[in-house]
């Protein structure tokens, strides 16, 4: 980065640490950073709309839409994430790639498992075999984002479909004296004072969801656990900058960057709870509303 | 046989056709000086110049990939690289699964290395990468085995006490036993295990054997293979 650490080996004291820190090994530790940000960021909004199509389909008059429902929720919570979080990207992959092979690839005489070989022909890989390196790095990340997802979709169709039933029936009632139908109350009604209930659950999810963050480690993405344990590593003159076990010092930096993470989302948190609190008939919108009086 | 050359050969007329070959290498990354990410988080080491050189000969475009140790069998196989250059030594457990082409570091010594010269190999505790040549060792040794997922841990483990000594591949230990500064000496006996390095490739992948096989043959027959070995494992490294 700076043109005196073009030697490090001549470097000494704070001189060296400049450069050790702005090293590209270390840039690319800087950087997963975002990486696990962006998971965040994607992954939430994902996982709470299938938290709300689970929910609904959970309470939907129609049966099998029911099962599904239900059945996605509790199979889902009854398998350990880390099962999951191995099991899922392995089995999208393949999945696709079978389904493209039975459609690219029809005049294929070969068997797609040959012992245990997973083989498919290389038009129907995903991605290509020719395609660069970042298309298999954005690929990964995909299916890491499917995968927490769906866990996170399914812990938090649970919480809104408890949430659903919190909302009290007087409410739904008076919705169906003023001559509103299913939909309209469940609309109008019901999702809009739902969320209150919703959010100690949801917020709950939202830390689990950050601190799960580091299994995107276990699913061969390169994630600030990665780096931190691979900078952390002692190093030898193989190295440019040599040094000792240092994995110690690395792992306090990623406590420091979690437990900053959790306090700001407590932080955002607790403002949106006083914002959906406001004008509901719980104990919160009640103090809020004895206190503007 | 015959049906499985001319699959083979249809292959490669066709992948000719369309498109020159692009080759993932996968490899560890963790494994100095076999393998490692240097400084500017780039593939480095012996297997990244070999492997290079390979690609060169053998008119591939190569492209580097890491994967956990544990793991990279398993996703050689589910097809996520093409080979496995990581400093594998080739085994008939391994063999099973995946082939090799031939070696192209000879059957090279495993090591000791302890705190004192003296520790208990055979009845102390032995610290080793898992899923390696010499966990396997350590374990039909008489010795309690002490697996860890990167070879940088079995080191630390002796470093911090919870281990009495580490095995692993002698090259791989001789610059950190050197650099210790007398903390860490060799222990015991050299062993001899394992059929030397080769490079991994799925069964089904003969023709990309085939196709690695000569060129590690053609750098050894010019003897740039030796050069390359003396170059990352010192003059007195095994060569061919």
Redesign the interface.
């Known amino acids: 980065m700076f043109a005196s650490c073009a030697d490090p080996s001549s470097l000494e004291g704070l001189g060296w640490l400049m450069c050790y820190l702005t090293s590209g090994k270390h840039m690319l530790f800087y950087s997963s950073i975002g990486i696990v940000l962006l998971l965040l960021l994607i992954t939430a909004p994902i996982a709470l709309a299938f938290g709300f199509g689970g929910a609904v389909a959970a309470r939907s008059h129609f049966l099998p839409l029911r099962w599904f429902g239900k059945a996605y929720t509790s199979m889902v919570r009854g398998v350990p994430d880390i099962i999951f979080f191995l099991f899922v990207p392995i089995a999208m992959d393949q999945g696709f790639e079978w389904l493209r092979h039975k459609v690219k690839c029809s005049d294929w005489d070969q068997p797609v498992w040959q012992g245990n070989d997973f083989v498919v022909c290389p038009a129907a890989k995903l991605p290509l075999s020719t395609s660069p390196q970042w298309i298999h790095e954005t690929y990964g990340f995909f299916l890491a984002v499917l995968a927490f997802s769906i866990v996170f979709g399914a812990f938090a169709a649970n919480v809104i479909h408890g949430a659903m039933n919190a909302v009290p029936r007087a409410q739904m009632e008076t919705a169906e004296a003023y001559g509103m139908s299913h939909r309209q109350a469940f609309r109008r009604i019901l999702v809009p004072q739902m969320w209150i209930y919703a959010l100690p659950g949801l917020s709950n999810l939202w830390m689990i969801l950050i601190k799960a963050t580091p299994l995107l480690f276990l699913l061969g993405i390169r994630d600030i656990v990665y780096w931190a344990r691979e900078l952390g590593g002692s190093k030898t003159s193989h190295f440019d900058y040599p040094h000792p076990d240092w994995r110690l010092y690395y792992f306090l930096a990623l406590l420091v960057f979690y437990l900053l993470m959790t306090s700001v989302s407590e932080r955002v948190l607790r403002r949106i709870t006083a914002r959906l609190s406001h004008g509901q008939a719980t104990l919160g919108g009640e103090q809020q509303r004895k206190a503007a009086r | 046989m015959k049906k499985l050359l001319t ?1 083979a050969a249809l292959l490669a007329l066709t ?1 000719g056709l ?2 020159a ?4 290498m996968g490899t560890e ?2 494994y ?2 076999y393998n ?7 593939v480095d ?1 012996f297997e990244r110049e070999l492997g290079d050189e390979l690609c060169k000969r053998a008119e591939l475009t190569c ?1 580097w ?4 140790w544990d ?1 990279i069998i398993p ?1 050689l ?4 690289y ?1 080979t496995i250059i990581a400093g594998m030594s080739i085994t008939d457990e391994r063999d099973k ?2 082939d090799f082409t031939q070696n192209y570091i000879p059957p090279a010594a495993s090591a000791y290395a302890a705190l004192s010269a003296d520790a208990d190999l055979k009845g102390g505790v032995v610290a080793a990468q898992t899923a390696t040549i010499q966990a396997g060792y350590v374990a039909e040794s008489g010795a309690t085995l002490l697996e860890y997922p ?1 070879p ?2 079995t ?2 483990a002796v ?1 911090n006490g919870e281990a009495d000594a580490v095995f692993a591949d002698k090259d791989f230990l001789a ?2 036993v050197a ?1 210790s500064g007398g903390e860490l000496v060799w222990a015991g006996q050299d062993v001899q295990i394992g059929g030397g390095i080769g490079v991994g490739v ?3 992948d003969t023709e990309l054997k085939a196709t690695f096989d000569k060129a590690i043959q053609s750098m050894k027959d010019d003897g740039s293979l030796n050069a390359m070995i003396k170059k990352w494992f010192g003059e007195d490294a095994l060569v061919f």
């Open positions: 699959a992948a369309s498109q070959q692009t080759i993932r990354g963790a100095p000086p490692f990410i240097n400084d500017a988080g780039e080491g492209e990939v890491t994967n956990e793991s996703n196989v589910s097809g996520n093409d699964v995946i990167t940088d841990e080191v630390a470093r610059p950190i650099e799925r069964e089904s």
